[in-house]
C-alpha cells in the first residue's frame, strides 16, 4: 500500500457515518491558496447529495455514500504525498492538480476519481432503483461533458466551442449548468412511486435543451474523449449503442432520445455540432 493510502483512509473513516463531516473534509482541501476557487462546483454537489439524503449512514445510498467516499480518500492522498508514491492513476491526477491548479487538471482528477468510483462499485448500483440509476448516469454524462467542454471546447460545442469554453469552468457559478441537479431530479432520497416519464416531464426547459439539444447528440465521442483523457478505456463500456447503460442495460432507451426535436433544439444541434481538433 502507499504510504499515504492508509493516512488516507483513515480520516475518510472518521466521517463515513458523519454527512456534514464529509462536507467538511471535501472542504478543507480546497481552503489552500490557488485551489479556493476550485471548490465551487465540488462542494455545490456535495450539498445537493447531502440535502437529499443519499450520504445518511441510516436511510442513504451505499452506492452514492461509496463513490463519495473515493473522491474524498483521493483528494486526501494526494495532498499529503506532495508528489511521493501514490496507490492510483486517479491520486496520481490530483497531485497534478496540486501542483497546478486549472480548470483541465481539476477536471481530469475529479472525474478519475468519480469514474474509479463508479467502476469500483456498480454492483451496488445494481440495487439502486431505475429512476435512480437514470439519475446516475445523467451524473456522469455532464461531469463528462463539462470537462470536455474546457479542455476540448470545439468537441462539447462545435464552432460555439471557444466563447463557451468559460461556461464549464469549475471556479465560475455557471458550472452549475453542468454539476448542478436541484432542477432536474427530486430532492429526496429514495425516490418512490415516480416514473421516469414524468421525471423527464419535470425537466426545466434549459436542462432538457442542454440534455437532448449539445449533450446526447455526441455521447459516444464525449466517452472516447474521457478514457483518453483518464486513461481509463473502461470508460467506453459504459455507453451501449449510444446510450449510458451504467448499472445494468438501459431501462428505457427512449429516455435518451427525442423524436420529434422543436426548433430551438435542430437550431442548438446545428450550430454546437461537433468540428475537428480544438487547437
Do not use: C
Not at 60 to 81: C, F, H, Q, T, Y
Not at 190 to 199: I, K, Q, W
Not at 203 to 210: K, T, V
Not at 249 to 270: D, G, K
Request: hydrophobic fraction near 40%; charged fraction near 25%; proline fraction near 7%.
Amino acid at each position: 500500500m502507499a504510504p499515504h493510502r492508509e493516512a488516507a483512509d483513515e480520516r475518510v473513516e472518521q466521517v463515513r457515518d458523519d454527512a456534514a463531516g464529509r462536507f467538511r473534509l471535501a472542504r478543507e482541501f480546497y481552503r489552500t491558496p490557488g485551489r479556493r476557487g476550485f471548490a465551487r462546483g465540488e462542494l455545490s454537489f456535495l450539498r445537493w447529495e447531502f440535502e437529499r439524503g443519499v450520504l445518511s449512514p441510516v436511510r442513504g445510498s451505499p452506492w452514492w455514500r461509496a463513490v463519495n467516499e473515493r473522491l474524498l480518500r483521493d483528494k486526501i492522498e494526494a495532498d499529503l504525498a506532495r508528489g511521493g508514491q501514490v496507490s492510483s492513476r486517479a491520486v496520481e491526477l490530483w497531485t497534478d492538480f496540486v501542483r497546478g491548479p486549472t480548470p483541465v487538471t481539476w477536471y481530469r482528477a475529479h472525474n478519475a476519481s468519480v469514474v474509479a468510483g463508479y467502476l469500483e462499485h456498480e454492483e451496488l448500483a445494481h440495487d439502486e432503483t431505475p429512476l435512480e440509476r437514470f439519475m446516475i448516469n445523467v451524473t456522469l454524462v455532464r461531469a463528462l461533458y463539462a470537462h470536455a467542454l474546457v479542455a476540448e471546447p470545439r468537441l462539447a460545442a462545435g464552432r460555439l466551442g471557444r466563447a463557451a469554453r468559460h461556461l464549464g469552468d469549475p471556479r465560475y457559478g455557471t458550472v452549475g449548468l453542468f454539476l448542478s441537479l436541484r432542477r432536474v431530479f427530486p430532492q429526496h432520497y429514495p425516490v418512490v412511486g415516480g416514473s421516469l416519464a414524468r421525471l423527464l416531464a419535470e425537466e426545466g426547459s434549459l436542462p432538457r435543451l442542454l440534455d437532448f439539444g449539445v449533450i446526447l447528440p455526441r455521447l459516444e465521442q464525449l466517452y472516447g474523449f474521457a478514457a483518453k483523457s483518464l486513461d481509463e478505456p473502461r470508460i467506453t463500456e459504459l455507453i451501449t449503442d449510444g446510450i449510458p447503460s451504467y448499472g445494468q442495460a438501459p431501462v428505457e432507451p427512449s429516455a435518451w432520445t427525442v423524436n420529434r426535436p422543436s426548433l430551438t433544439m435542430r437550431l442548438v444541434r446545428q450550430a454546437t455540432k461537433p468540428v475537428a481538433d480544438s487547437r
